[in-house]
């Protein structure tokens, strides 16, 4: 599973391990570090890329908020603050929570329910949406899977089918299949999987299968069983 990284941003060291013990049974969450000053946090951020920041705001010298303009681009950030006048400027600068010190138990773990929310979605999206490196022999392409119509497995080889080519590469289907988003790939039988963008009509056939048209004019058909799972990806009557 992958870990995300946390940076705990207070000029309070009790603050900072007050958090660090409420952060503790999120296994999935590793303290990347922590800072009690805006300097410390920026040089922490340009070094380990923190995913998740919370942040103090009212600090000796610079505040939370003069860190985020120093940085080029914003991870999560959750601020944690003993002020409740900041809270429309937080949500300005695109903040996941606001939470009032002493924070309570309820609301912290609200918190933390919005934020793996949103690092899990822009995970998603880029695990899924960045091009796949396919490599035949000594040459080697990118593929976007967007533009992927099927995929067909032949003994231990994989063929992946696009609009302008067939490439044919060393591996399982099952293997390859975790590469793609299962919200739009759905496997239709035992040797196939289809993008269900890339089917252009369906017909559900008498044994309870399905045959497909594919917007390339090839003609695919499902097992019974995937039939149904494909109606639910593919949001089909």
């Known amino acids: 599973m992958r870990k995300y990284k946390v940076l705990i941003v207070d000029d309070e060291k009790a603050a900072r391990e007050e958090l660090r013990e409420q952060l503790e049974p999120y296994f999935m969450l590793e303290i990347a570090g922590m800072a009690q000053h805006v300097q ?3 040089e922490i951020v340009e070094t380990l890329q ?3 920041i919370f942040l103090d705001i009212e600090m000796p010298g610079l505040s939370g908020f003069d860190l985020l303009q120093q940085l080029p681009e914003l ?6 603050t003993a002020f409740d006048q900041y809270a429309a400027k937080a949500f300005d600068v695109n903040a996941v929570d606001y939470l ?31 091009p796949v490196f396919i490599k035949n022999g000594n040459r080697g392409t990118l593929i976007q899977p967007a533009d992927i119509h099927y995929i ?7 063929t992946i089918v696009t609009d302008t080519q067939k490439s044919v590469i ?28 890339q089917i252009d009509s369906t017909k559900t056939l008498p044994n309870g299968s399905m045959r497909l048209t594919m ?11 995937q039939a149904s799972r494909l109606k639910q990806i593919a949001r089909l009557p």
């Open 100 to 130: 009032l010190k002493p924070i309570r138990m309820e609301r912290f773990a609200l918190a933390m329910e919005r934020v793996l929310e949103r690092l899990l979605a822009r995970h998603h999206d880029l695990q899924y949406t960045r």
């Open 215 to 225: 917007k390339n004019g090839t003609l695919l058909e499902t097992s019974v069983r």
């Open 170 to 197: 060393k591996s399982s289907l099952q293997q390859f299949e975790q590469r793609l988003d299962p919200a739009l790939f759905c496997r239709i039988n035992r040797n196939q999987v289809v993008n269900t963008r």
């Open 75 to 80: 991870p999560a950030i959750i601020f944690v």
């Open 40 to 42: 410390q946090a920026r």
């Open 152 to 158: 067909t497995a032949t003994d231990n080889y994989i």
């Open 50 to 52: 923190p995913d998740i």
